[in-house]
Structure formats: C-alpha cells, structure tokens
C-alpha cells in the first residue's frame, strides 16, 4: 500500500494537486482553512484532519500548498501547526511560493525534530495542477529529494521534477521562473499596445511572431489572453503580486539589481489597485493598453 500523504491547504491549485494524490492511490489526509474544499476532497476519498498537528500525526509525508510565507509559518509552526505532531523520518514538502530565507529557517526547524524538509515550489498554473503536469523545482537533501520523486510525479510532469540544490533553491529557482515570466508579459503587452495603436491586426501580430524569435509560451498563452480578453484567473494578480514582492526582498538581500522586475511590480500593483486582483496575472496588459488610450 502506497504512503499516506497529508496535504494543508486547498486552493485553487492544491485542491487538484491533492485529488491527483488521491487518483494514484495514497492514502490522503487533507485540511483547510475553508470546509468546502475539505469536504469535496472528503467525497473523493481523503480523511479530513481538525488541525496541522493532526495531519503530521496522521501521515509521515506532509504537503502544504499555501498563499504566503506567514501562512506556511503559521501552519508549521504555529499552535497546533506541523511542527508539533512530526513522526520521527517525516518529509515535509512545502510547495508553496515563500521566501526562500524563510524556508531555509523553517527547514532548519524540522530537522530539529528528526524530520526533514524540501521546498517544491511549482508553475504550470490551475492547467498544470489539474492535469498533473507541473512543473517542480526542488531544494533540500538530495536522498530525500530521490524518496520523494514518485510522490511529486503524481503532481508533475517527472521531466520537469528538478533537484536544483540544497534548501531554498527551489525557492530561488521560481523566483527565476516569475522574473523571466514578468520581462515577457511586459514586452508581450508593449507590443500589442503598439499593434493596436498603429491600427494593425494584434492576431497576425502575435501569429507571425510566434514563427521567430520572439516565440513564447507567454506569448502563445497568454497573448490569446490578451486578445480574447479572457482573464479569467488561471494564477491569480494578487498571488503574482506577492512573488515579485519576494523576488525583489531577495534581489535587495542579494545585492542583485533588478530594475525589469521592479517596473513590472508596479505594473502589478496597478492592476491590483484598479481592482484586478483576482484577475489572471496577464491583465496587466489592461494597464499598459489603458495607458495607451486603448480600450
């Protein structure tokens, strides 16, 4: 029989990552800060648990999927949180997007109890989530990291499931992944700016665009958002908001410049205060047409 799992935190993307945990078999133990998706999960196999220590009690690997870092602090550390319930050999596997300062410390906190800790931050959005296509990218020990490969699989295309180093380089890593993400909405979002504003097809734009350089899945993807006007939230402006908030903390700890991604923060933090936060990230397009005179 296959491990039992404990998965906190049953949002948009765990809600999915969790019922994927359920379809290869695992033994799933979930909790939530809202009951209506613990009792869809409950409909669907898993065992509801009344708090984090009890998830830890109940399972030797823990999965949290939350919005920030205090949430991730609060439910591992906190009153009833993880921390205090660990079995001795547990794993937990946070794949959450936090600081990766943070993680470090948290990791170190774990240890302390016998357990250990990977970071798995991931992208591939509610799309990826819900097909178990994922993207992931790992931090931590590299024997833990080989143990817990077929539960990942589970959640990710095992192709794209990568060790990149020692704790918090997951983290670092979908730093990287938001920042190159962000410079190519931005750009994305310029050029059908100018396409619309020069009174040329957007959609011949982007078709012809796609057959060069300039190809992209940002492009592919979410310049047919920009086209359709169809934002609704596959990753959520205020959850991206938050992460290039922690990519410019960790390029300021750093001494690492990133002027691209400190523009394209405020393009975020526009939308956001415009009211589009729980828009999908791509509207910020929005901004930069609205700029433009375009409506």
Request: proline share 5%; aromatic share 4%.
């Amino acid at each position: 029989m296959l491990e039992t799992i404990g998965f906190i935190g049953l949002g948009v993307m765990g809600r999915p990552m969790a019922k994927n945990l359920i379809k290869a078999g695992h033994p799933l133990v979930v909790h939530s800060r809202s009951r209506g998706p613990v009792d869809e999960l409950v409909a669907s196999g898993a065992t509801a648990a009344g708090s984090p220590a009890e998830v830890a009690r109940l399972a030797p690997i823990v999965i949290t999927m939350l919005p920030d870092t205090p949430d991730v602090e609060l439910v591992l550390t906190g009153p009833h949180g993880v921390v205090s319930a660990l079995r001795p050999n547990a794993v937990v596997i946070d794949m959450s997007s936090i600081s990766p300062a943070a993680t470090t410390r948290l990791a170190a906190v774990v240890a302390s109890t016998g357990a250990t800790m990977l970071d798995a931050p991931v992208s591939g959005g509610e799309i990826g989530a819900v097909n178990g296509s994922l993207s992931i990218m790992v931090g931590g020990d590299e024997a833990t990291f080989a143990r817990m490969q077929p539960v990942l699989a589970c959640m990710g295309n095992p192709e794209r499931i990568v060790r990149i180093g020692g704790s918090g380089a997951g983290q670092i890593c979908k730093i990287c992944n938001q920042v190159a993400i962000g410079g190519a909405l931005a750009g994305v979002s310029e050029a059908f700016a100018l396409a619309r504003k020069t009174g040329v097809d957007v959609a011949r734009v982007r078709q012809a665009l796609l057959g060069g350089f300039a190809a992209s899945r940002v492009l592919d993807v979410h310049g047919e958002r920009m086209l359709t006007g169809n934002y609704a939230p596959g990753f959520r402006a205020a959850l991206y908001q938050k992460d290039l908030r922690i990519a410019n903390e960790a390029a300021a700890a750093n001494g690492v410049a990133m002027p691209a991604t400190a523009l394209v923060a405020q393009l975020v933090n526009a939308l956001v205060a415009s009211g589009g936060a729980d828009l999908d990230y791509a509207a910020i397009g929005t901004v930069l047409f609205g700029m433009a005179g375009i409506r």
